[in-house]
């Protein structure tokens, strides 16, 4: 509180960075992965925080916090690697194939409207329990995306944007999302363990509800 009061809005120019940089690899150096961006905005954000406190923010006092979190969270900071792993395994297993013959025996053949409903919600169920929508993606898109989305002539841009963000509201519904949903709740201490996901399940549903009608209509009609 005391280092707020004495920087004002002006801390949250360190995190900003990492987001800032992020982009600017993503538009303007394609060729190199975006988490060198991320890393080059944590970089940037040490610096910002050493020059607004000199001699208080020091590399210790950062390696200290950072051993801090560490030491919070546990083994479940290697979930989301861990995770990421598990749908290239998935994917080059064939699931996404399986998924396809199961769901093609449901979806009426040629349906566009039903076939981005299914792909949706089928994205936020299967991020929800791999708890990264990253893995589930490339599953999902492989076992339904493909076949009865993007076969019939849907903007793949459009549908690969929107059917992350659906995978996104599973995200704040699981606790296998650990980073986002179990890591709060050490850090804050908190008596419910799933009291983060309580929270989030009603938006969620909410925005799972918009992104699928926000697909419908750019893409079905």
Known sequence: SLAYTSVGNKIFLASFSIGVFALLFAFFFPKISTLVGLTVGVFVGCGILLAMR??????????????????????????????????????????????????????????????????????????????????AITVLTVGIGAPFVLSLGADPTVVGALALTCGFCGTLMTPMAANFNIVPVAILEMDDEYGVIKKQVIPAVFMLTVQILMMIVLVAF
């Open 54 to 135: 000199p001699g208080v923010n020091t590399p210790k006092l950062f390696l200290d916090d950072s051993r801090r979190m560490l030491d919070i969270v546990g083994p479940l900071v290697m979930l989301p690697t861990l995770l990421s792993i598990l749908g290239a395994t998935f994917t080059a297993a064939g699931v996404g194939e399986v998924i396809s013959h199961l769901v093609g025996a449901v979806i009426p053949e040629g349906n566009l409207v039903v076939g981005i409903i299914v792909y949706c919600v089928g994205m936020a169920l299967f991020t929800a329990i791999m708890g990264n929508a990253f893995a």
